[in-house]
C-alpha cells in the first residue's frame, strides 16, 4: 500500500529512528511508497534489492530509496547491525540532495562519523519529543548530518586526512582574521606544510574555490560591511583590507558586487 503522507513544505520528516538489529531476521518490503528513504548504517550490514539485483550495503555506507519505488530491504540474523533510517518529504527534497551529490544514486560510502551520529541522534530525540519547532529542528538537524556526510565523501575523494582538513580550517580562520595582509599561496601552503600545488588542491575541494579566491571573497565582504557599517573613509576601507590603489579598490567592488563602494554607502 502506497505511503500517502507528502508536504508543501521544503523538507520534512515523516519518520526517523536508530535501530539496533540482532537475533532476527528483518525484513522489510514496501510498494511504491512516496517519500524518500535514507538508511545509514553503523555496524554490520544490510542487503537491499536494487532492479532484481542483491546488493550488500556495509557500515559506513548509506542506500537511498526514491518516490513511488519498490523498496525491498533485510537484515541478517547472524550480524549486530545498527542503523539509522529517515523518511521524508517535502519540496526541497530533490534540491537537496543534488546540492551534496547524492541525487541518482543508491548506495554511496559517507564514512563513520560521530558527528553525524550525534546530529541524527539528536533528530531522532526531536522527533519523539515532539517539543514546540521540532518540525524544523528536526530537518535542520538532518540537512547538517547529511552534509557531514557529504563533506565526508569529498574529502575521501581528494585523500584529505583529518589533520589536513584541520591545517585548511586553520588558514580559513587566518584569511578572517588578517585579510589586510597580501600573502602569497607559498605562505598558505607552508601553514599546512604542503606544495603549492596540493594545498591548492585540498582548498578548492574544501571550500569549492581556489585560495585567491576565496581570499579576494573575504575582503570583499569584509569591505562592503564596512562601508555599510563603519564611519571609516573609502580609502582607510580600501586600505584596511589591502588595496592601495583606489581605483583598483572601486573596480573590485563593482565586480563583486554591482555597486560602486558610494552607492553601498546610500
Known amino acids: 500500500m502506497a505511503f500517502i503522507k507528502t508536504s508543501d513544505k521544503f523538507l520534512e520528516i515523516n519518520s526517523c529512528d536508530l535501530q539496533h538489529l ?66 521524508f518529504v517535502g519540496t526541497g527534497c530533490e534540491a537537496v540532495l543534488r546540492e551534496l551529490g547524492f541525487f541518482g544514486k543508491r548506495v554511496v560510502k559517507v564514512g563513520l562519523s560521530e558527528r553525524a551520529k550525534d546530529l541524527l541522534n539528536e533528530m531522532v530525540h526531536e522527533y519523539y519529543a515532539k517539543r514546540p519547532m521540532w518540525g524544523i529542528n528536526c530537518a535542520s538537524l538532518f540537512c547538517q548530518a547529511l552534509a557531514t556526510l557529504a563533506r565526508n565523501v569529498i574529502q575521501e575523494e581528494n585523500n584529505i586526512t583529518a589533520p589536513l582538513h584541520s591545517s585548511v580550517d586553520g588558514v580559513i580562520r587566518y584569511m578572517h582574521t588578517h585579510y589586510g595582509e597580501n600573502n602569497s599561496l607559498e605562505f598558505y601552503a607552508n601553514m599546512c606544510h604542503l606544495s603549492v600545488g596540493r594545498f591548492s588542491h585540498i582548498f578548492k575541494a574544501t571550500t569549492g574555490m581556489s585560495p585567491k579566491q576565496y581570499m579576494t571573497k573575504v575582503k570583499v565582504d569584509s569591505a562592503v560591511y564596512m562601508l555599510k557599517n563603519r564611519p571609516f573613509s573609502i580609502a582607510k576601507i580600501a586600505e584596511m583590507i589591502g588595496v592601495f590603489d583606489p581605483n583598483y579598490f572601486c573596480r573590485l567592488i563593482k565586480k563583486h558586487t554591482g555597486k560602486t563602494p558610494l552607492q553601498l554607502r546610500k
Do not use: M, W
Open 22 to 87: 540482532y537475533g532476527s531476521r528483518s525484513q522489510y518490503k514496501y510498494d511504491n511508497r512516496l517519500d524518500y528513504g535514507i538508511h545509514y548504517i553503523l555496524k554490520g550490514n544490510c542487503t537491499i534489492e536494487d532492479k532484481g539485483e542483491r546488493i550488500l550495503v556495509e557500515a559506513g555506507e548509506i542506500y537511498i530509496y526514491y518516490p513511488d519505488e519498490d523498496q525491498f530491504y533485510f537484515y541478517s540474523e547472524h550480524v549486530e547491525t545498527e542503523v539509522f533510517y529517515i523518511n
